[in-house]
């Protein structure tokens, strides 16, 4: 199965609010149309305009990834549908506020397995549940995000130690390049 027929089978499943990041794809669109039990879904960084206009917010610009807690408050959102290329250079920020926001599940998908297993390693700070779907084309992380929490001096120390990772990767890319 490719990854596009698989998360429109998980959008035919979703209730309540959605948000898209980085979805382009006309296929997972139309499941939002069609999918009666949604009632919002708001679409980051998505440069499609045929969207409907009673059910679809599609924001053509960059939202700060800082003001989503700010935008969305917590736990008011049902479903995350992500890619993965998308938020790379944003995962220390994404991650604590998508699991204040967040209320259900979260779905990340990409071509490569390396962003995801490091999406998931993140994300297993604040929960177990989470599982790797191999698809045809690619991979998809399903998150359960029911019963987490947000904690604010653990979320700091990870933020540090988030920074800290991301430097010595620069270091290590910089020394063997």
Known sequence: MK????LVKYVKNMSGSV???GINDEDILNAFNKNSKIKSVDLLQSFNNKIDS????GFNKRISVKSLRKKYKKKRIDYMLVNANTVEKYLKHFIKDS??????????FSKTKNILNLIA???????KDYEIIK???????KI???NTKNKFIL???YYISDTLYNVSDMISNFLIN
Do not use: A, E, M
């Open 99 to 108: 699991i204040y926001i967040n209320n259900d599940k979260i779905y990340y």
């Open 19 to 21: 948000i898209g990041v």
């Open 135 to 141: 698809c045809d084309d690619g991979f998809i992380l």
């Open 121 to 127: 390693k993140r994300y297993s700070r604040y929960t």
């Open 3 to 6: 990854i596009n027929s698989t």
């Open 54 to 57: 009673n059910k679809l917010f």
């Open 155 to 157: 979320d700091k120390l």
């Open 144 to 146: 359960n995000t029911k």
